[in-house]
């Protein structure tokens, strides 16, 4: 894993191939977490994995799961998920009517907390509350599928949150899912993104590995 202070690349098994799971949990070696997408068709129009296949990757991969929920009732169902060890467990502000209750719950079990929002979800409602998470997910496209466009007219949101953060002095990791790129990452990191979710782009290369460090090199030109 890369240093602390270092950009993190976490690629979306979303994009890997379901019957060969173990071989390409073993191709992202070299990268920092594996980003697993829970769906539940309800909260967003996917479904994806549940509970028992979480655990089988967890029990599999060698990088520990950042744990993107899509679902609906996040409050009955992402602290399951910190007890099944994942490393952190990331839920939707939009699917949770005690967001800070349910970060502290995760936080208690073992897990880092990510509180996520919508390309359309203003984040000012988070910044009194940005010390009871350990990220924040900024979604650049709208959540329920890989492949889609990033949404540039996401980057003011981030540029908030990093300014709250350091103005509060809150150490919280900004996330970036959607869309990233060699073409887009730069962009999202210059806005404030240290930590980015990149699918397509990582198992759709010839050589994962180096495309791993390809996008770690570009957003490593402007984390700050």
Not at 177 to 184: A, H, P, Q, R, V
């Amino acid at each position: 894993m890369t240093p602390i202070d270092a950009p993190r690349i976490n690629p979306s098994i979303l994009s890997a191939d379901f019957v060969n799971m173990q071989r390409d949990l073993e191709r992202i070696a070299s990268a920092d977490y594996v980003h697993v997408d829970v769906m539940d068709n309800h909260f967003v129009p996917n479904l994806t994995f549940g509970p028992q296949m979480v655990e089988r990757i967890q029990a599999t991969s060698p990088l520990p799961l950042d744990v993107h929920l899509m679902i609906a009732d996040a409050g009955r169902w992402a602290p399951g998920y910190a007890e099944i060890g994942a490393a952190s467990v990331t839920f939707h502000a939009e699917a949770s009517d005690d967001v800070v209750g349910l970060a502290r719950r995760i936080r208690q079990i073992g897990s880092r907390v990510g509180v996520a929002i919508k390309p359309d979800t203003p984040a000012e409602p988070l910044f009194e509350h940005l010390a009871e998470f350990d990220q924040v997910l900024v979604m650049t496209v709208e959540p329920g599928f890989g492949g889609q466009s990033f949404r540039a007219d996401t980057m003011p949101k981030l540029r908030e949150l990093k300014a709250e953060a350091r103005r509060r002095g809150v150490d919280v990791w900004l996330q970036v899912d959607g869309g990233i790129s060699l073409e887009t990452i730069e962009q999202a990191a210059e806005s404030g993104a240290d930590t980015f979710v990149a699918g397509s782009a990582v198992f759709g290369a010839d050589d994962i590995d180096q495309r791993i460090g390809e996008l770690r090199a570009l957003a490593a030109r402007h984390v700050h």
